[in-house]
C-alpha cells in the first residue's frame, strides 16, 4: 500500500518569538505552539504579575500552565529537517545570510532597519506577519545594516546635512547638526541623480572617445601588420633579386679570372717550351767549348772557336709571368675594395631605412603629429559646380544662388560639389574651415559628373566616402549607407588624415586637441582627390 504524504510549509512550524524552526516545541491551554524555552522565557517576565498570556492571541491563564512535549510536532520537526531543499535557497558566498535561521542559512531577502536583521523568505513572512500594523521599515537585504543606523543615537539615517556632507539621524538635527543645512535623504537623492545621469553621461562619453581611440590603434595595429608583412614580401624580393645579381657579378667574375688564366697559361708554355729549347743549345755549346779548350790543334781549335763561340739567338722577351701575378694581385684587392663598398653601403642604407620605418609607423596622436603629413590643395576649376564661387587662388568654395559663368567641361558636377586638383597617396593630412551644410569627401576621379542619380553624390556610390555636417546633425555616408554619429557638437575646424596603403580615412574635430569624430578600415584601390558637397554655406582650405 502507497504511503500517504501530506505536503506542508517550514513557517506552519515556526515557533512565532524566535521565528525559527520549533526546537523542543510544546503546546499551550489556547493551542498555540512554541518552543520550551521561548514560552518558557516569556512567561518568567509576566511572574510578578501572576498573569501568564499568549504572545499570539493574547489569552491569559492563571495559574502558569504546567509545560509538556507535544510528540507529534516535534517528530513532524525532526522529519522537516531532513527534507531537501533546492540548494540555491542556501546562502553562498557574496550573499547575505538570514539572521535567524540556524544551523545552514537561507538567502535573506530583506533586512528590517528597525530590527537591524536580515531575513529570508520564510522568515520575512513571519516577521511582517508578527510586526503587522508596526511601522518597521525593510530594504533589500544588505551586510551593511550598521552602516544605515546612526551610532550616537541608533536611529535610522534618513536626513542628509548639507552643510557636513554626510547622513544623519532626525536626532542628530536636534544637537549637533543644528541649524545646519539639512533636507530627507530621499530630496538629496532627487538631486544626486540628476548629477548622476550627468556623471553617466560623461562616462559613456569618455568610454566612446576610448573605445574610438582603442579601434583606432587596433586598426593602426592591423594596418602596421599588413605594412610590415608586405614590406617583408617586398623586402626578400628585392634581396633575393640583389643576391642573384652578385651571383651573377660572381660567375662573371670567375669566367674573367679563369679566361685570363688560360691566355696567361698557354703564353707561359710557349715561353717555357723555348726557354728549355736555349738551355739544352747553351749546354751543348758549353760542352763542345769544354771539348776545344783541350785540342792540341791550333788550325781545328782556331776554326771551331769561330763557330762556337756564337751564342743561340736568345728568347728573353717581357715576362708574362710577372704581368700575370701583378694582374691578379689587382684584381683580388679590387674585389676586396668591391665587398668592403658594398657592406658600407648596405649598412649605410639600411639605417636610413631603419630610420624611415620607425619615424613612419608612429600612429599620429597630436596635431603636430598629423601636421607633419599636411599637404597644399587648391580646388580643380573644370570640376565645380556653376552655383559654387572659388575664391583666394582657388581655397575657398562659397554658395551662391548666381550662375557662374564657368565654360562647359566634362568634369563639371551637376551637384554642388567640386574635387582638389591633387591626389592623395601614402600618408596625408589637409584641414578646412566650414560653416553650414558641407559633404567633406573623398572620391575616385571616376566619379560621374553628370545626371541627377546618386552615383553623381559624394558617399551616396562605392567611390567616395563623406562626413555630412551641418549644426546639430553629423553621419557619415558612403554607398549610399548612412552612419549617424554620435556627437552633438564638433568645431569648425576639421582636419582629415588618409593613409592610403593601410586603408584608414579619419576625422578630426581641431581645437586646443584632436578628437576623433569618425574612423573607417577599407581597402583604397584608386588614387584618392578631396572633395567638397557646399550649399547654403562655405569651405575655405587651410
Known amino acids: 500500500m502507497a504511503e500517504a504524504r501530506i505536503s506542508v510549509d517550514q513557517k506552519e512550524f515556526t515557533c512565532p518569538v ?13 493551542g498555540h505552539s512554541y518552543c520550551k524555552s521561548c514560552i518558557t522565557g516569556c512567561w518568567d517576565q509576566e511572574d510578578q504579575m501572576r498573569v501568564y498570556s499568549c504572545p499570539q492571541c493574547r489569552q491569559t491563564f492563571n495559574p502558569r500552565p504546567a509545560l509538556a512535549r507535544n510528540t507529534i510536532l516535534a517528530e513532524m520537526v525532526e522529519k522537516l529537517k531532513k527534507t531537501k531543499l533546492p540548494a540555491d535557497c542556501y546562502a553562498g558566498a557574496g550573499d547575505v ?51 544605515m543606523i546612526c551610532q550616537k543615537h541608533e536611529k535610522i539615517l534618513e536626513v542628509f546635512c548639507r552643510t557636513d556632507q554626510k547622513c544623519i539621524c532626525v536626532l542628530c538635527t536636534m544637537d549637533e547638526h543644528k541649524n545646519h543645512n539639512t533636507v530627507s535623504a530621499a530630496a538629496q537623492r532627487t538631486e544626486k541623480q540628476k548629477q548622476l545621469k550627468e556623471t553617466k553621461k560623461m ?69 717555357l717550351e723555348r726557354l728549355e ?43 708574362d709571368s710577372l704581368i700575370f701575378l701583378f694582374s691578379s694581385d689587382n684584381m683580388r684587392e679590387s674585389v676586396h675594395q668591391l665587398r668592403n663598398k658594398l657592406e658600407d653601403y648596405c649598412k649605410e642604407e639600411l639605417k636610413k631605412i631603419s630610420d624611415r620605418v620607425t619615424f613612419t609607423n608612429i600612429v599620429p596622436r597630436t596635431r603636430n603629429d598629423f601636421l607633419q603629413y599636411s599637404h597644399q590643395l587648391t580646388l580643380d576649376l573644370n570640376t565645380v559646380n556653376k552655383h559654387l564661387r572659388l575664391s583666394e587662388r582657388n581655397r575657398v568654395i562659397t554658395f551662391t544662388d548666381t550662375v557662374q559663368s564657368y565654360p ?60 555630412y555636417c551641418c549644426t546639430f546633425s553629423y553621419s557619415f555616408r558612403h554607398n549610399n549607407k548612412q552612419t549617424v554619429l554620435p556627437v552633438k557638437s564638433i568645431s569648425s575646424r576639421i582636419g582629415v588624415f588618409v593613409d592610403h596603403s593601410a586603408g584608414t580615412l579619419s576625422f578630426y574635430s581641431v581645437s586646443d586637441t584632436m578628437s576623433l569624430i569618425h574612423t573607417v578600415q577599407t581597402t583604397f584601390t584608386q588614387p584618392l582627390y578631396p572633395g567638397f558637397w557646399v550649399y547654403k554655406s562655405l569651405v575655405k582650405l587651410c
Open 18 to 30: 524566535c521565528l525559527d524552526l520549533l526546537k523542543d516545541p510544546v503546546t499551550i491551554p489556547c
Open 97 to 147: 545570510q538570514c539572521d535567524v535561521c540556524t544551523g545552514r542559512k537561507y538567502k535573506a531577502v530583506k533586512s528590517c532597519l528597525m530590527c537591524l536583521n536580515s531575513y529570508c523568505q520564510n522568515h520575512l513572512e513571519q516577521h511582517n506577519s508578527f510586526f503587522k500594523g508596526k511601522s518597521h521599515k525593510v530594504t533589500d537585504a544588505t551586510g551593511q545594516l550598521q552602516e
Open 203 to 271: 562616462f559613456q562619453q569618455r568610454i566612446q572617445e576610448r573605445e574610438k581611440d582603442l579601434q583606432q590603434l587596433r586598426e593602426a595595429v592591423e594596418s602596421h601588420k599588413r605594412s610590415a608583412q608586405t614590406a617583408v614580401e617586398d623586402s626578400e624580393r628585392i634581396f633575393t633579386e640583389l643576391i642573384r645579381s652578385i651571383e651573377r657579378s660572381r660567375s662573371e667574375l670567375i669566367r674573367l679570372i679563369r679566361d685570363q688564366e688560360k691566355q696567361m697559361v698557354s703564353l707561359v708554355e710557349g715561353r
Open 277 to 319: 729549347q736555349e738551355i739544352n743549345d747553351l749546354r751543348r755549346r758549353d760542352a763542345e767549348l769544354e771539348q776545344l779548350s783541350h785540342t792540341q790543334d791550333h788550325i781545328q781549335f782556331l776554326q771551331s772557336f769561330q763557330s762556337l763561340s756564337a751564342p743561340p739567338e736568345s728568347t728573353d722577351g717581357n715576362d
Open 408 to 467: 562647359d567641361h566634362p568634369d563639371r558636377f551637376y551637384f554642388y560639389q567640386v574635387l582638389c586638383r591633387e591626389s592623395v597617396c601614402g600618408r596625408c593630412y589637409w584641414e578646412l574651415q566650414w560653416s553650414g551644410y558641407v559633404f567633406i569627401s573623398v572620391s575616385y576621379k571616376i566619379i560621374c559628373r553628370k545626371g541627377r542619380g546618386i552615383e553623381c553624390l559624394f558617399g551616396s556610390n562605392d567611390h567616395s566616402w563623406s562626413l
